[in-house]
């Protein structure tokens, strides 16, 4: 980093805690622009600086102030990402309460739970939709004193005293103010959307997150110009960590996403020069990729694949681990004429993607490295700030998940779990000693339920301690591995593996809509049934396309039968979480007998 550089950079110490972060930047550089968002009313994308946004930090931190609320009560927040989701959260943490996001997705039942376990004494919310979410629950909300929404809300014959517009309840004008809490106080209780069970509260210091910040940016290298584009939920740490608080310690300005579906527009219009992602998004335009390829001429697939192959040995022999090659002459023709095209599409500028949140496969790493895209891999935990390790883009390797951070101690333990201690681990789960303690061992280790090895100096992660099953002649499977192979083909864009102490393996498939469609005119069904989706021919095909993915594994795991449907797992159903991870023993329970039929006769 350059010396105008470093020197812009607001360390924890400057911080002292994530207010102090906020109120530090907005002293040292108020006139640079720090968040971009799209106005509904002018229909254009519009720039705050960071002296507008501490301007109005003031009023939330004055109307906060005015309710009676105590240094470490609980408020919470349910919004899509914004500028005003950051005004609320540093106005909270100045104020010294403790916040707690909630995703926008969640089930109600959920987010009324996790309301009442925190203790939460004031909710945000952000429009009619969140309001209306909240009405199969309302009865068991009492315990809340105010409801503030951004935006004007019907509400239908069901009028809350408590409810007011962000409009009416922020004063006119008010000063920013710091004040000096203790770095290791609580700032924010982060529930875990558990695949099993109710969500548990993982309390993060202020200090836990700016060291998790600080960290990650010793190895991945980022400048005070770049343009963030935040679309992964704040409620996720991953964002919130480093999409949000590093981006901000580095002084540099973030775009917020208008939503999922306008993300390919966003892309285009924003141009970011840094994305934080989970795997899913590049795996979808990995498979529209290879789906288009399917219909290009024979040419124009053979010189896609030579451009993949090129700039792969290019990256490989950037990264020292190969040497020069002749191919590579071919570059910059092939960069124009192949690579260029995909890059334009992130917008034309992405110097760095960042993913993390789940495993990422390496068919999918390989192609946008290969197409010039810097695509790094990191791993953490909620419990751990997040970030635990991360690929440097000068050490890359997309097999593991990079180094460990500086101060991260690490070891492998029993059944080869990976133990960590650091400076980023929680301070526990909230209202929950037995759970903190089977977490944390005496000696300060956070036991991360994930097996790894540890090779020269990098992590990889090789599979999860309570994800595998066994099956009936005790053969074990990794069951999230082989669903991850299977999903790396277009046709299916969700799966899940059965056969704990079953006989053999079997799936349940969600079919991708679009190429279902081609599927069913080459089989000559009708695509719109869901009987034609699990008749027999159709099985067959399907099971053919499933053996190709998992060839790798070993041939006791293969699949023997399979159960493909349209209607997508979601997370209204409860059949997923918030963060798009499987609930497996609700997908069991609504599919039994369905799963029951695929084991008849053996």
Request: aromatic content about 8%; hydrophobic content about 40%.
């Amino acid at each position: 980093m350059a010396k105008n550089e470093s020197s812009n950079l607001i360390t924890p110490e400057d911080a002292g805690t994530l207010a102090g972060l906020f109120y530090e930047r907005v002293q040292r550089t108020p006139d640079k622009p720090a968040y971009r968002y799209y106005d509904v009313v002018s229909e254009a994308w519009q720039d705050l600086s960071w002296a507008e946004t501490g301007a109005q930090v003031a009023r939330w931190q004055a109307a906060l102030a005015a309710e009676d609320l105590q240094p470490g009560d609980r408020v919470a927040i349910m919004m899509q990402n914004c500028p005003e989701w950051v005004m609320f959260d540093q106005a909270a943490l100045a104020n010294g309460l403790v916040v707690v996001p909630l995703y926008t997705q969640d089930r109600a039942e959920n987010v009324a739970y996790i309301l009442q376990n925190a203790g939460v004494k004031l909710l945000l919310i952000g429009n009619q939709e969140h309001w209306d979410s909240l009405q199969p629950v309302r009865d068991q909300l009492g315990f809340l004193n105010r409801i503030i929404s951004l935006s004007h809300i019907d509400v239908a014959g069901h009028p809350d005293t408590r409810l007011k517009t962000a409009g009416e309840w922020l004063p006119d004008e008010a000063e920013l103010m710091r004040v000096n809490w203790d770095k290791d106080a609580l700032a924010t209780i982060v529930y875990t959307s558990g695949t099993t069970g109710r969500p548990k509260g993982v309390m993060l210091s202020h200090y836990n997150i700016l060291w998790n910040a600080y960290r990650s940016l010793q190895v991945v290298k980022c400048r005070p110009d770049e343009l963030f584009l935040s679309f992964l939920p704040l409620s996720h740490t991953l964002e919130r960590t480093a999409g949000y608080y590093l981006p901000m310690m580095l002084g540099a300005q973030v775009a917020y996403n208008r939503s999922i579906p306008q993300l390919a527009e966003d892309l285009l219009a924003v141009r970011p020069t840094i994305l934080m992602s989970v795997p899913r998004i590049f795996e979808r335009v990995y498979n529209k990729i290879q789906a288009g390829l399917e219909e290009k001429s024979p040419v124009a697939r053979a010189l896609f694949k030579l451009a993949v192959s090129t700039g792969w040995k290019r990256f490989e022999h950037q990264q020292g681990r190969a040497g020069w090659s002749p191919q590579l002459l071919l570059w910059p023709l092939l960069e124009k004429i192949v690579a260029k095209k995909v890059m334009d599409k992130l917008g034309g500028r992405m110097r760095l993607a960042v993913v993390g949140g789940a495993p990422l496969p390496f068919n999918v790493a390989q192609l946008f490295i290969s197409l010039g895209l810097p695509m790094i891999q990191g791993y953490g935990l909620t419990e751990t700030s997040p970030v635990l390790s991360v690929n440097p883009i000068e050490n890359n390797d997309p097999t593991g998940v990079g180094c460990l951070l500086q101060d991260v101690e690490a070891r492998i333990g029993d059944k080869d779990e990976l133990l960590v201690r650091g400076p980023g681990v929680m301070l526990g789960y909230w209202a929950n000693e037995k759970a903190t303690h089977d977490m944390i061992d005496a000696e300060g280790w956070l036991h991360t339920g994930d097996k790894a090895r540890i090779e020269n100096g990098q992590l990889y992660i090789t599979g999860r301690l309570k994800e595998i099953i066994v099956l009936a002649n005790g053969e074990k499977v990794p069951p999230a591995d082989m669903e991850m192979a299977i999903c790396a083909d277009a046709l299916f864009d969700q799966a899940m593996i059965i056969g704990d102490s079953r006989p053999y393996l079997t799936a349940l498939l969600v079919l991708n809509p679009e190429q279902w469609e081609i599927l069913a005119r080459e089989l000559d069904v009708d695509p719109d049934s869901e009987e034609a989706c699990k008749s027999s021919r159709v099985n067959q095909v399907v099971l053919e396309r499933v053996a190709r993915q998992i060839s790798a594994f070993p041939g006791y795991a293969q699949i023997r039968r399979v159960r493909c449907q349209l209607d997508p797992w979601g997370i209204d159903e409860g059949l997923m979480t918030p963060t798009l991870k499987l609930k497996r023993n609700k997908i069991y329970e609504r599919y039994e007998s369905d799963i029951e039929r695929m084991y008849q006769d053996h």
